[in-house]
């Protein structure tokens, strides 16, 4: 293997219409070294009217993947989403392999099912989450062994929070549960990320300071209007594509991440070569070591073409 590449699923999956779909990519900083390449998944468009499933990839950014492939670059997904929730319409593009989930919680061989990275929450730390999170309201997303849950009592009570476009994904990828806690420990060492989104930004901000306050150090990002993810500490998309890279025998410098926002950060500073998408918010911007095109005219893809084909 010759390279990788990481970046959003968003961003390989156009939307018509929409300018704020968003992704990330991942790629080394030097065209003939690129060995691992990753792309953030996932959706947080401004005005919501279709669920992730039912983009497409454009025809430019197809084939840049497949070339980068055809020349041994590993080009994968970075989600927060489990592997289930990636579309088809990449994981099915040949010499598509890897992805990384659950913000980098785990990294996956998709032809395998193996789970080549795990990096969960200690159980008591889990539980203890659990309990303040649960108190915050909102609707609630856990994600265990690669699959996501949350208690019946939740699911009917909050699903009025979750965008208009995300409530059939929602709806048919959440396994709902009676007892958490018993879920919880259950699956003792498998518990990757909480996903939460609130009725507004004051109750996700204040939900936000009481993580902080009760659990220094764990990992807090956005990824949506009125969401927060809560990793375990340390877990964050840069340290899964460090993970990744160290298991496929490449450095640092071998790797390139595209993102466009908050939980996209620790990829482009861990990457060999940050790159930020147009369409990036400006702090994102700030970090990267250089800004490709929006999503609207095949960012990715023009990143692949630069600085890997």
């Not at 005005?47 to 080009?75: F, M």
């Not at 579309?87 to 598509?96: D, E, L, Q």
């Not at 659990?130 to 009570?157: C, H, P, V, W």
């Amino acid at each position: 293997m010759h390279a990788a590449i990481l970046g959003p699923l968003c961003e390989f999956l156009h939307e018509r219409g929409d300018e704020r779909a968003q992704g990330s990519l991942v790629f080394s900083d030097h065209r003939h070294a690129v060995a691992e390449a990753v792309v953030d998944l996932h959706n947080r468009a401004r005005r919501g009217t279709e669920d992730l499933h039912k983009k497409e990839i454009t025809p430019r950014t197809l084939a840049a993947i497949r070339a980068a492939c055809a020349r041994g670059v590993a080009v994968l997904p970075a989600t927060g989403r489990t592997a289930s929730g990636i579309p088809a319409a990449f994981t099915s593009i040949p010499g598509v392999r890897y992805a990384l989930t659950s913000n980098g919680a785990s990294v996956v061989d998709l032809t395998t099912g193996e789970q080549l990275v795990n990096q969960p929450f200690g159980t008591e730390q889990a539980l203890e989450i659990y309990d303040l999170l649960e108190q915050s309201g909102g609707m609630m997303s856990i994600f265990i062994g690669g699959k996501s849950y949350t208690t019946r009592a939740n699911a009917e009570n909050h699903m009025d929070v979750v965008p208009e476009n995300l409530k059939s994904y929602f709806r048919t990828t959440r396994i709902e549960v009676d007892d958490m806690h018993a879920t919880l420990r259950t699956h003792a060492h498998e518990i990757e990320k909480y996903s939460m989104i609130y009725h507004d930004e004051a109750e996700r901000d204040a939900a936000w300071r009481a993580i902080e306050a009760a659990c220094p150090g764990v990992e807090l990002t956005t990824s949506l209007p009125r969401n927060m993810e809560v990793n375990a500490p340390g877990v964050t998309k840069g340290s899964g594509l460090l993970a990744l890279a160290a298991h496929l025998g490449l450095t640092r410098a071998q790797t390139m991440a595209v993102g466009d926002s908050g939980n996209d950060r620790a990829m482009i500073e861990a990457a060999g070569l940050g790159v930020a998408m147009g369409n990036a918010t400006d702090d994102i911007r700030k970090i990267a070591d250089a800004t490709t095109d929006d999503n609207n005219h095949d960012g990715v893809a023009a990143a692949m073409e630069k600085y890997v084909l």
